[in-house]
């Protein structure tokens, strides 16, 4: 749905240049699509009609030329490109109707049954699920490997391995992974990678220069923003784009024009909210770790988070996600603790303008990894409210789990 065209129509549009926050301002706002609005508009549709009988049978689906619904319309080929531009080293995007269809869909595009996926054992749970439950229902194996292996994943890469699935830093406890040697481990051996970028998105971990071939993305967070619409997109090399094309269209894969819409309103203000929630989350975190009543502050820019030196290497900062552990006490406690927070909405997702909390158990999703902490692990989404209010809401909640401890 989004390969990149060269086609550049002048003022905002077609292949922008520049730096990334030009991109996000430019990126596929071509003069075709867009005509004289500066935003292309929602264009609804299933059919598109062809004039002759000749003009449809010499017609094939392809980015940028109308030919049904499924295959996009100048709103979602507007959305694709300005991702796709965003990633240097990419051919093309594909757009999903959320982040775990993108997960779903750039898996089948590179295993077939008979196939090994070698799986970071830190994923977001339902990834793990579909591995566990569907794909072995179709004859592909799924092992799980430690996140922080680093170059030992060559160890791994068995004769039937043909994908490696990454997410860094991981749900829940946010390990940052060596994305640049288990991609090269992998490109040795002719294994796919796919990196589940949704934290970092392109901004602050460039994937396809550092050596992946599908960089995921659930849209749903900070491409969005604003916790009004769910999306995902799948962001792939020359090698392996035809391929994530082609599985989703099989699949039927389509999204909504408004969604893709919202999307692309929410991408030209991503930078400037991703720097904010970077900013008040560092500040939080900090805030955290100096708290008699918190263990461990899993935030990759701090230290405690396990593999931190990764992060500072690779990544161009942090977004405003991170979890951390209660010193002691049971669920029970925790429980008192989120409740009695005021400003954290109590709710999935993230990436959103709003924070958000959720208390959550890793060593349920565990397998060749073993999550041991001092007590129970909050996940926070740390929105664009004032830090400050944050902060008070948190000493509050601290102060309640005290009380009842
Ligand atoms: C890391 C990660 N990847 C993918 C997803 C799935 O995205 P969606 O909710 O759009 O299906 C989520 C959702 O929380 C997530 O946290």
Redesign the pocket.
Known sequence: MGRRSGDSQGDGGGVTGGRPDTKLVHGGRRKEWRGRLVNPPVHRGSTLLFDTVAEMRSAAPEFGKPYYGLHGSPTHWALAEALTELEPGAAGTTLHP????A?TAALLSVLSAGDELLMTDSV?G??RRFCDAFLKRYGVATRYYDPLVGAGIAGLIGERTRAIFL?SPG?LTMEVQDLPAICAAAKARGVATLL?N??ATPLLFPALAAGVDISIL?G??YVGGHADV???SATASAEYYPKLERTSWDLGQSVSPDDAWLCSRGLRTMGVRLRRHESSALAIARWLKQQPQVAAVLQPALPDCPGHALWARDFKGASGLFSFVLKGGDDSGRVRFVEALELFGLG???GGYESLVVPADPERLRTATRWEAEGPLVRLQIGLEDPDDLIEDLAAGLRRWEEAA
């Open positions: 959320n982040g775990l269809a997960v977001y339902p990834t997410e749900s589940d949704t934290w659930a749903t967070k769910m999306l995902g999935y997702s993230w």
